[in-house]
């Protein structure tokens, strides 16, 4: 039952057991699922990416992590469409 609600948490990556940088790259991974110029998908995952950065700050998270995902959710959200100043805005709160 356990490995199932971490794989429900990955997925959906709305839970938090302790490893909000997994969170993360759980965005990564769906932001990277959204096909070129699919720009529904990639709204989808930007506002679950603006919801995650409202919740967590930079100093809780492990950097290096959080680049490598970082550039994926850029390079994949791009590739569907969104536009660059939109993901940055999204990111924005996590950096205060």
């Known amino acids: 039952m356990r490995l ?3 794989l429900v948490c990955a997925v959906v ?3 938090s057991h302790g490893d909000p940088t997994g969170e993360f790259e ?5 932001a990277c699922e959204c096909r070129i110029d699919d720009v529904a998908c990639g709204n989808k995952v930007l506002s679950d ?4 950065a409202r ?3 930079t100093n809780d ?8 995902a970082g550039e994926n959710v850029g390079k994949c959200l791009s ?18």
Do not use: I, N, Q, Y
């Open 4 to 6: 199932l609600s971490l």
């Open 13 to 15: 990556a709305g839970c």
């Open 26 to 30: 759980a965005l990564a991974k769906r």
């Open 49 to 52: 990416v603006a919801s995650f």
């Open 55 to 57: 919740s967590h700050k």
């Open 61 to 68: 998270l492990d950097l290096k992590r959080m680049l490598a």
């Open 79 to 96: 590739g569907a469409g969104v536009e660059k100043p939109k993901l940055l805005a999204a990111l924005e709160p996590m950096a205060k």
